[in-house]
């Protein structure tokens, strides 16, 4: 039929529009050269699309301040130290994204983690005596089991997970405690878990790991660029993926040299913490799963159209149930690495702080409430922000009072930022 | 049954030499005591845009989901292809190469064109998705269906206007060698030049060859694009006629009374 044949397409009327498009296409997708490339990321920060931006701005002023009032805290040792610290936040803060993507939430998971740390530090005792890996992979299990378990309530029976993890904050501590029972600690004294988070690499060790880490980012990066070149697919120009490289080797380098530096006082302390190693490898993973495989797919767009996600035959009962069992598991990691940081777990445990501190960490670094949007790297980030603020201002020397009050402070200014950036960012992303 | 395209009708009702893709015969539904469709004979050629009218109420939505599988028909026969089949889930119709695009599109904001468009069926290499196999094959299909005012095939649905959205999930629809597409009122919530744009969209579909099915009571639009018009009036099909033989008026008086009077404009030339 002629009446339709003509070859130019009604334009679009709708003058609004375009900047909202050149904001929602990620910026090595629309550009030829590296400048064009800084001009478009420009332009998606202006549209709203801030990424990662406002954490990492976050940080360096929160380090600046704390800087000029206490020249302690960009030293070496209390860098490193603080990375260890916000070890336990991250790891919680990347479980609870999990959950945050599919516009759930779980209020469970630092009693989780609780327990996951117990029943290791009960299994790795002298007096039971079974070897630190088979400990900790016990309580990994059980800690994936009790996702499941909490999942299946939520998917299956369709109960809210705002309830059920609530009634799980609850029950887990009364687990946790009746184990603990009155004598309310257990030391650990396996050398190998303590070292999970007080060990460290020795210096060559640690600029190996980070060459082969950084190898296989580059082998990886330059193969996927290469290939989307050859599809004749857009591609950022070989200079951006080079550049991109470089960029990561540098932060490699400098986190490097940081942890090798000596940080001891009374005798030499040196090399990358093994629990560095481990939240690296853990946000590596998770990255993975959720932005390179059908389940993180299918995690995604849950969280953006459950019903749409239906209807393409995700199986939803199946993903989400597995999300939470993710969730969990992640907060058993965290668990393992609490205990061994304080070498013993005790009643003293306050998993119901430790999950407000999880959720608030992963939305300081970007991850929406509403589901659909975030990244494991948010937890990441949002949690050394938290720590950072732990740590200095204790190193300032106020109480955990005020440093409630400060984190709460962050956390608004943090999802304030996020609103406002939203309002130019096109619904729904 | 093997398609038997040299023109010869298969061993199934007779046709008039080309045996249209889709033909129903006698279809019912019930649900419970009310009858919402009655008998209902219908057949959706390929190459051709067949418009579905009717007033609210008149079982237009009840008829594409038996169609496509949402509803088991209650009595009645259909053909595909000359071949009788059974479509009793969406499953079955979409093996048979029927995609529906319902009108909330079923899209998810939060995730690129690409995305949407593999959603559920995506390939992968491995464990790992093979994001350039998808893109490739998503820009193809929406070159070859002409849907070219998006910038990046990579930017979040939610950036896209309402007739690229719609224009995505019929791109969605036909990406999976679908030969039949359903669409329930494609134009509802469309702005002029979008509904120019969704509708110079489904004529192509048909120009290239898809049968397509629109649901649609914008009497505009349905003349706009549409070859033939069937017409539902509380249940039952009331008139199945090319678009020559109608003009608006007797439409709206089949739409509403079930019968017309007028004579039409291409009186006399009846198949």
Redesign the interface.
């Known amino acids: 039929m002629a009446k339709v044949d003509e070859p130019a397409a009604a334009p679009e009327v709708e003058p609004a529009e375009g900047s909202q498009v050149d904001a929602a296409i990620p910026a090595e997708l629309v550009s030829h050269s590296v400048g064009e490339y800084l001009h478009a990321s420009w332009a998606r920060i202006k549209g709203g699309e801030t990424g990662v931006l406002p954490v990492v701005g976050g940080l360096l002023l929160v380090s600046i301040l704390f800087q000029a009032l206490n020249s302690h805290f960009l030293t070496a040792g209390n860098l490193v130290n603080l990375l260890v610290q916000a070890a336990v936040f991250s790891l919680l803060a990347m479980g609870e994204v999990f959950a945050l993507l599919l516009g759930e939430i779980d209020l469970s998971i630092g009693f989780v983690s609780g327990l996951g740390g117990v029943v290791m530090a009960e299994l790795a005792k002298p007096t039971v005596g079974w070897p630190w890996w088979a400990a900790i992979a016990i309580a990994l299990l059980m800690t994936a089991a009790i996702g499941v378990l909490q999942g299946t309530l939520i998917t299956r029976i369709g109960l809210p997970s705002f309830v059920v993890t609530l009634a799980g904050l609850l029950f887990w501590q009364g687990v946790m405690l009746k184990i603990l029972g009155d004598g309310g600690s257990i030391l650990i004294q396996s050398s190998i878990i303590n070292d999970i988070a007080g060990g460290n690499l020795s210096r060559v060790a640690g600029w190996v790991v980070m060459l082969v880490i950084v190898g296989l980012f580059a082998a990886f990066t330059w193969r996927r660029d290469a290939r989307r070149r050859d599809a004749g697919l857009v591609a950022p120009p070989p200079p951006l993926t080079l550049a991109k490289i470089v960029g990561v080797l540098a932060f490699g380098v400098a986190i490097v040299l940081l942890c090798n530096a000596d940080r001891g006082i009374l005798e030499p302390v040196y090399g990358v913490p093994w629990v560095v190693l481990l939240v690296f490898g853990v946000l590596a993973l998770w990255t993975f799963v959720l932005g390179r495989t059908r389940y993180g797919r299918y995690v995604y767009a849950i969280g953006g159209n459950a019903e749409a996600a239906r209807r393409a035959g995700v199986n939803l009962a199946r993903i989400r149930t597995i999300a939470f069992m993710l969730t969990s598991f992640t907060a058993g990691i965290a668990g393992v690495v609490y205990a061994s940081r304080l070498q013993s777990i005790s009643t003293a445990l306050d998993g119901g702080t430790l999950v407000l501190y999880a959720v608030a960490a992963a939305v300081i670094g970007g991850t929406s409430l509403f589901g659909g949007r975030g990244k494991p790297l948010h937890g990441v980030l949002g949690g050394i922000v938290i720590a950072a603020i732990d740590n200095g201002m204790g190193l300032l020397g106020f109480s955990a009072a005020s440093k409630y009050m400060v984190t709460a402070l962050v956390l608004l200014a943090a999802v304030t930022i996020d609103a406002l950036a939203r309002r130019n960012r096109p619904a729904g992303t | 049954m093997i398609a038997d395209t040299g023109g010869g009708p298969a061993d199934v009702p007779a046709g008039d030499g080309s045996e249209p893709l889709l033909r129903l015969r006698g279809v019912s539904k019930n649900f419970g005591p009310v009858r919402a469709l009655s008998d209902v004979d219908l057949d959706v050629p390929a190459g051709q845009v067949t418009a579905l009218a009717g007033d609210n109420g008149a079982g237009k939505s009840v008829l594409i989901k038996c169609i496509s599988g949402i509803h088991a028909p209650d009595g009645g026969q259909m053909w595909w292809d000359g071949r009788p089949v059974h479509v009793r889930t ?2 079955d119709a979409a093996a048979l190469g029927i995609a529906t695009v319902y009108q ?8 690129d064109i690409v ?2 468009m593999f ?4 390939r ?1 290499h491995g ?3 093979n994001e ?2 998808m ?2 094959s998503a ?1 193809e299909t929406l070159a070859s269906l ?1 849907v ?2 998006v ?2 095939i ?3 649905v ?2 896209l ?1 309402g ?2 959205r719609q224009s995505v999930a019929i791109a969605k629809a036909v990406l999976w060698n679908s030969k039949l597409v359903i669409m329930d009122e494609p134009t509802a919530a469309l ?1 002029v ?2 509904t ?2 969704v ?2 969209l489904v ?2 579909l048909a ?1 290239q060859g898809y049968a397509v099915l629109v649901v649609s009571h914008n009497m505009n639009d349905v003349f ?2 549409a070859d033939r018009i069937a017409v539902l009036h509380l249940g039952r099909m009331v008139a199945v006629r090319p678009v020559a033989q109608l003009d608006r008026q007797i439409v709206v008086d089949l739409m509403t009374t079930g019968a017309s009077t007028r004579s039409a404009p291409g009186e006399g030339a009846r198949e």
């Open positions: 969406p499953r909330d599109l079923a899209l998810c904001d939060n995730l995305q949407n959603l559920g069926r995506e992968v464990i790992s998705l350039e196999s893109e490739t820009k002409r070219t005012t910038r990046s990579r930017q979040p939610a950036s206007s007739g690229q702005g030049a979008q120019g744009m509708l110079e004529r192509r120009d706009d694009v």
